[in-house]
């Protein structure tokens, strides 16, 4: 819709959060996905937080499993007939304008020449296709609405591909893929962006810092900031963009990850040691 002076109308997406219309979060009883449904909750945003397993939804989410405004469904994003059929569903039920992208499937860093075919394959239909498809079918929804925001949740590996050879490029795809849906949607009042988790102290990664696959040490020393991320600080950076506050933002990749990107190169000067650093 456009005014009298052909500049396009902008709708506050807080509005139509007030006004009851739902964000739609996946992978939602996973560290991150559990922190940003809770946020967006807290925010003031009906929210459909989706995973595989129901009891594990409730179990996680303790009492507020059973609070108004916090619906819990058991949906496959590799499902997508089960996709279509909770977007419909919530079209009777007050309209959508708000997705976040979390499922995901993580995988063990290998070698390149030990990967399996099928688990490669996996990864991509969960990673990036599920995303895709989540996004295809909320965004008529959002369409419906006047507006909306989609945050697809990718990782540093969007921007400096580590050893995860099937997991590090699903995430540039899904980087990629939120480029071209901000150009896309935006004629519609749809706003599309990622956050890019550094390395973050979800349940899964804490166990990996318990079976020394990763050292803390090692991380936070080639860390700006010198310490890892809390799921609590990428909630925050999905709420900042999923309201009126970003109405301007879209096509954006946002990191957040205590400066790891910025500084880990600092490592090959010796010479130059950053200020502050042993």
């Not at 058991?74 to 059929?85: E, R």
């Not at 992208?101 to 991509?124: F, I």
């Not at 962006?193 to 079976?211: C, H, M, Q, R, W």
Request: charged share 20%.
């Amino acid at each position: 819709m456009n005014t009298s002076s052909g500049r396009a109308k902008r709708i506050s997406l807080d509005a139509l959060r007030d006004s009851g219309h739902a964000v739609v979060v996946t992978g939602a009883s996973g560290g991150i996905g559990l922190a940003v449904a809770n946020r967006l909750y807290d925010d003031g945003w009906h929210v459909v937080a989706t995973d595989l397993d129901l009891a594990r939804l409730r179990d996680v989410f303790g009492e507020r499993a059973d609070i108004p405004g916090m619906a819990l469904a058991a949906i496959d994003v590799t499902d997508h007939a089960a996709v279509d059929a909770l977007a419909a569903s919530l079209r009777e039920r007050g309209g959508v304008a708000g997705l976040v992208n979390v499922a995901g499937l993580l995988q063990d860093a290998m070698p390149l020449l030990d990967m399996d075919d099928a688990m490669q394959r996996r990864v991509w239909e969960v990673n990036y296709f599920g995303a895709q498809h989540c996004l295809r079918a909320f965004a008529p929804l959002m369409t419906q609405a006047g507006a909306g925001a989609v945050v697809n949740i990718t990782s540093i590996n969007e921007l400096r591909p580590l050893p995860l050879h099937a997991y590090s490029p699903t995430k540039v795809a899904l980087g990629a893929l939120t480029q071209l849906a901000a150009g896309e949607l935006g004629a519609s009042g749809i706003r599309v962006n990622s956050v890019a988790p550094g390395f973050t102290l979800t349940p899964i990664f804490e166990d990996k810092l318990a079976t020394g696959k990763r050292s803390a040490s090692a991380i936070e020393a080639h860390s700006a900031l010198g310490r890892l991320v809390g799921t609590d600080e990428i909630a925050a950076a999905v709420s900042f963009l999923m309201c009126d506050q970003s109405s301007a933002i879209t096509g954006v990749s946002l990191p957040v990850d205590a400066g790891w990107l910025v500084s880990s190169h600092w490592m090959n000067f010796r010479e130059l040691a950053r200020a502050g650093a042993a």
